[in-house]
Every structure is written in structure tokens, then in C-alpha cells.
């Protein structure tokens, strides 16, 4: 089953103490489909800029990563800067360009419309709605971030109304809902709509909350950590696109997606960009998923 | 198989949130002793003032908890107060009065002398090198606190150097090594001669590494936390009371004390002071481990 994703694609330039990346391909449904298309079909829905290097575009087609909804727009693509700290859980946005993206609008070709599995990436909750209006979907999920939940809360609480499942920072868990508890946060974000909830604590790991209880993971330990931009969406891609290649949401299935997904994030952390992630092998994944099973059993 | 612990008793004044628990029993040695209760015998050494009430005693007591090492001194217990935030990962130290424990030489009568497992708690290392020098254990762990890394570096490395285990905060970790990255800095604590790191992350679980790699374990998931006074010491007391009541420390009985630890540390946050961890039964224990085991499986 193939699954869509709507978000930003991006320019990046990443600063972090190991190194410094400039221009580098970027954006968060960059990193969700280049994470997914190790699972399904991805059907990628986004917008960049005249100077969109075309090698960008190679590597996406070369994923057999569905662009017909990658349209080229009269412009700039959308820039970030951002610059992290020793500590890897903080870093300082230095610039963001919207460029292209302000006047983002999706349209949706046949084909994602009819994908069963939609991913909303973390885009103004109204444009989030007009996806869902497009799409055919079964199983939804979707990202947010402060911004919307500062600035555009009955928007975003009128889309989670719509979906099936929220990918969500703890941070942003306790901006939505006011709960410093992230049970109690994670039971008022489901009050809002989605059955279920995948709370991303960064290095920290994630919790899983559904009908039938509560998965808690740990996150991969990595002693060479060089740039976790994209880590989040990667996480996002992987277990998006291991339910769809899964076709079905049990619980037992949304475990092993945390995982994939915690297991693809990791790849991502280990280099700058995409590159790592896009090019890591399934034997690779298979075998960290491995390493992810001795790492928590007891 | 019995385990010995040197560190504080203390009479507790908590403020959280939900509630104040004025003079409650309290003390690392205190929490250490009544978790540990549960899987084997304790033998508890420290010192309380003579305002220590005998309800306290006899609470020690009625767990078959060993006070034959329980000095009492002219003077006052050692007093702490401190307040939490409605995150209770923040609180604030509002008094410390050391009182009779200023002067404390802890002297291990004979059985804890003997005990093959001993605890240093968070004390002075020159205080935990004396309990050293006196102690015929073949498995030994340490706590420590970023009072010490601060202020006797070289006499905390000087102890470290002769311990198997050392039970200390990912903070603690940062300081001592001045890595931020966990596995780095758990590796590199491992260098100056633990040769087990149980790394506690507070909510976020713990990691430990030892010579077969690395065990990840989230926190126990609450939405009832009234009170983490004490959990960090109540997990170092299910650690180290199981693996003296299996008489191995293998890499296998290792995670499942890190476990056990998590277990009753969950069960102390959910009351003041330590009543509820000295109180709960063994089918309490039991019925959570296993659900830790449906928490984490996949």
C-alpha cells in the first residue's frame, strides 16, 4: 500500500560542533519519504523553487519516490539555518525563508489522493485541512508544531478531529494540553481526537499510547551523533511507511512501526542531510532492528 | 545473600503540587534499605539524632532490616527540605541541617562487615573509602552527587577506582566526564573503574552498560506521581537487593535488577516518603514487573 506525505521540502545550511552543512537537501517531507520508501510506494506532495538543485530531484526518483506532486514554483526554495549545541537536544534556528512555500497551496495528483495512508507534515493546520479534503485516506496521521499550536489552535484542534493518529514532541504535548505529565498529556491530546499518540522525547526515545495501552522505547544510543535535523520526520517516515506496508494499525503493528521508525531516525542522526538515511540498506535496518531487540530485553 | 548500605537517614519536609509531608522519614540509606527489603536481607548503617522518632525504627524493623549499624548521637537528624515544581523533574533545596551527620564515621558492626554486597551511598568518599577499608564485599556500588565531583574530585576518583557499579544521574555523568553524549560519557566513567554504569535519567528511564553492551529501559509511565523524593535511591535498593538475592551479576540478572530498581522507584513516587515502597507486596512487585515486560515488548 503506498502512503502520501504533504510538507516542506527544503535548503538546508546545519551548523552542529562536528561539522557545517550548506545548502544541503532538507525539509521534513524530504526526510519522511526518503525514510518510508525503505517500506511503501511514497507519494511525496510539496513545493520548491527555481533553484532546486536537479540532482535533489534524481535522488527522490531514484527511491522510486512518486514526485508528480513536487511542483516547481517561480521563486526561491524554502531555506532553514539552524545551528546546534554541544548537547544535540538544543539548537537555535538562524534563519528561515519561507520563499515558495508561503504560497504553498497542495494539490493532490490522482494517485495520492487515493493512497490509503496520508501523512500531514507539520504544515499550517488550514492547508493540513485542504489535504484532507483531497485524500481517500484510511489512516491519517499528522505533525504539528508551537508555531500552530500558539497562533492557530482552533485550527489545529478542527484538523485533530479528522485524523487517526498525532506524531507529537513532549514539548509541544505540554503546550497543547497544559499537562506536564506525559500520560495525563498524551490521554488530553487523544480527548482531542486521534486514537493514537506517538510522543517523540528525542534522545530519550518515544511513547506509544493506543486503545490497548501504553509502548514505551527507549531511542537507539548513538556515540556518534553528527546532525539529528530530520531525525523526527525520519521517525515519522519509517513508521508511516511500515504500517502501509503492514496494511493494518493493530497494536502490535504500531509497536513494531516505533520502532522502524526509531531505527531509521537513528541512521539519519549518524550524518548530515538525508544521504545516510536514503542510502542505509535493509540489511542494515534489519540488523539495528535486531539491535534494537537485545537492547531492551530483560 | 545480604546487602549492606552506608548513607543518609533523614527527617523530610516535601512540598509538591499536591501536598506538604512535614519531618517524614526520609534519607537515602532509608529508601536503599526498605526497597532492598523486599528481595534480601539489609544491613543498614548511619546515624540519627536524638530526635529521631522510634516509630521510624520499628518501621526498619518490622522489614527484618538490620540496625545493628543504626547509631544514635547527641544532637538533631540530619534535616532536608525542598520543594517541587509542577514538572517535577525541577525542585529546589530549601534547607539542609547535616546536624549528627556532620560528624558521622560510619563503624560496620560485624555482619555488615561480612554482607558479600555493599552499597556506598551518597556520602563523602573519604566516609565511602572507610566503609571500604571495613567491608569484606566482592560486589560493591556507589552513588555519588555533583557536591563531590565539584568539591573532591580526586578523592571520589580515588573510591571509584576500587567499586564494580557505580548508580549515577545522566547529570552527574555530564559533570564527572564532561560528555554530553551518554554512551561516551558512560564509557568514559567506565575508564576511571566502574566496570557496570547504571545511568538514571529520572523520568526518561535509565541505560546500563557493562561489559555485554547496553540495556535501555524506560521510566515506569505514572499519571499519579505525588512524590519522587527518594526513587533514585529506591531503585539503587531494588538493584542491588535483587542481585544479592540471586548471588550473580551477569549481564541477564543485571537488566532484570535495573527493572526491579525501576519497579519500586515507580511505587515510591507515588506516595510521601517511603511508606508506600515499604508497604507494597511482593504480588504488587511481581504484577508490575510484568507489566514493564507488555510496556516494552514488541
Redesign the interface.
Known sequence: MSVTVVGSIALDTVETPWGKNEDGLGGAATYFSLAAAHYARVHLVGVVGEDFPPEHVQLLESKDIDIAGLDTAPGGTFRWSGRYH???NLRDTLDTQLNVFEQFHPELPAAARKAPYLFLGNIHPSLQAEVLDQSAARFVALDTMNLWIDTTLDGLKAVLRRVDCIIINDSEVRELTGE?????GA?AVMDLGPRIVVMK?G???C?LLDAD???????F???N?VDPTGAGDTFAGGFMGYIASKEQEDD?TL??A??HGSVVASFTCEAFGPDRVAQVSTGEIQQRYQAF??????
Chains 1, 2 share one sequence.
Open positions: 554541544e548537547d544535540v506536564n505529565n506525559h500520560i495525563l490521554k522525547k534522545e530519550h526515545g511513547l495501552g501504553i509502548f514505551a522505547v527507549p531511542a544510543p548513538l556515540d551523533v502490535a509497536r513494531e516505533v520502532i531487540a537485545r537492547l531492551t530485553a530483560f
